[in-house]
């Protein structure tokens, strides 16, 4: 089965390493959110590219989930004794990813290009796309203001109430070479378990790549179980913006979207009102702890794809 | 008795700390090449202010003289890894220096204030000063054609053939803020031991400078010794640009400039030729491996000073 996936950060991270452990290189896209991109020490920071790429590629922190692995963080120390901006956690290793990024990009390579070669020189056998090349960037709708998002989420902790998001530059924006070729050759498409108002959310407003996903062969992994996103704002956001959070509250925003929805053990009574918004169910376990719970999650996914989502 | 140094890097950097430990610190302005920075991985990179700063804040690397002691150095492995240029090797906390740096100086503020900030940040007393605000740029011209510094100096590891130097930028800059006013109020003026060729000359072709420092209160301290460079391609030069390396060529050099020659025990036999370029001249120890020898050397160029150079 060929399957292109949908994914912002951690959680969607995890899925995909998943997802990986079980298809073969050919078999699997993972189209990554770059919304949240943002320009920091003049340096271009992708943080949901490279958190996909280092968990796939086996170097990511256990720990936080973002970063890699045995990081030192003595560049981001220096730097807030000169007195410089170091609310954003830059780790030495994770520091070179973004110089190297940056000078590329300076040259005049593109995004999608400078992601493959990074995943080759990571072993990374899957192909990692960033939903465009184009700059785009996530707003934050909110009490205090218009903020930019790593702003919103890293600087503030995501305090500030949520009425609204924006993405900028999204409508000049154009699939990153590979993108719609994923989609439209894939067997089946699976949002994976991300933030669905400023990870999917943006995927999905790129030009073309809604009316795609909308062909009547996606899935959508719920993020929130029991009312609670497993990481991040996603359930503040849901409150905020005037609902309930719920998987049914993310089922709803899926709705023209996805025929199937996979949910927790935790939700299951919400099944019945979610297959009335025209979607077939699974109930299984959604939250991944470990490698294995991982690779389970995207057992389950894949076969309840085979199987025709019954 | 109110000094102002002119340094390039180590050799520099330690009379300048000897110099410090035996000056109050309203009494010493040390004033820094800065013809051989460059933009490196879209940084700015200021080798001989860093080496400076470090060494007389007390955090420099004792084994190389240049960087910071107890260094890491996973940015540049992980950038090596991802194919990045990691032939100018840059230490983890160093590199905090130069993102901090680059970030002020993209938002206005002049190298001079930066250094001034920075020197603060690591309790440094006494005043450090760029030769310039204004970028200047030594261009080596080689047997294997025309060489940015760096190129030359750590990528090429000194190995092409000099035939001449060239500072690029050199006649529009203009000495930054209270460069001046230094040489002009110091009692004395010294020319540490550092590269005659591309570390003091030029510091004295920024305009003005030249002019100030042959004053007739300048005196050199020769950073070769028994015909060899202490450190770095200074002797290597000289023999390629038609002059056997000695004290004695340092000397010729400075002849115009300098009033007193500092040198070595061990050039003891080049005393009288000096003598005859119209020199005074103090016979010491000039190699300095510890903070004691450092201090030592000062306080000996100092005494000379004092003592009218007699």
Not at 42 to 66: E, H, K
Not at 145 to 159: K, M, N, P, T
Not at 235 to 262: I, N, R, W
């Amino acid at each position: 089965m060929i399957i292109a996936a949908l994914a912002g950060g951690v959680g969607g991270a995890k899925l995909a390493q998943g997802l990986a452990r079980l298809l073969p290189p050919g078999n699997l896209t993972i189209i990554v959110n770059t919304a949240d991109d943002f320009e920091h020490l003049g340096l271009r920071i992708c943080p949901d590219l490279d958190t996909v790429c280092y968990t796939l590629a086996g170097i990511s922190s256990r720990q936080t989930g973002w970063g890699r692995a045995n990081e030192s963080w003595n560049t981001i120390t220096a730097l807030g004794q000169l007195g410089g901006p170091a609310w954003f956690r830059i780790g030495d290793r994770d520091l070179a990813t973004h110089l190297e990024r940056t000078r590329r990009l300076h040259r005049g390579e593109p995004l999608s290009q400078v992601v493959r070669e990074f995943s080759d020189a990571w072993g990374i056998e899957h192909l990692i796309l960033p939903m465009t090349d184009s700059p785009v960037a996530t707003i934050v709708r909110t009490n205090e203001g218009d903020l930019a998002f790593q702003e919103y989420f890293v600087h503030r902790e995501c305090r500030p109430r949520v009425h609204g998001f924006e993405f900028l530059g999204i409508d000049a924006a154009l699939p990153a070479p590979g993108v719609v070729e994923a989609l439209t050759s894939a067997d089946a498409i699976i949002i994976c378990p991300s933030n669905p108002w400023v990870s999917i959310a943006p995927i999905l407003a790129v030009p073309f790549i809604r009316s795609l996903v909308a062909g009547g062969k996606a899935v959508a992994v719920s993020p929130i179980v029991g009312g609670r996103a497993l990481r991040g704002p996603a359930a503040k956001m849901y409150s905020e913006m005037g609902m309930k959070p719920s998987a049914l509250a993310v089922a709803t925003q899926y709705q023209d979207l996805v025929g199937g929805f996979v949910m927790d053990h935790g939700d299951v009574e919400l099944t019945e009102a979610i297959r009335e918004l025209g979607m077939q169910t699974l109930v299984c376990s959604t939250v991944m702890h470990s490698l294995r719970d991982r690779r389970q999650l995207a057992g389950d996914v894949l076969d309840f794809l085979q199987a025709g989502w019954k």
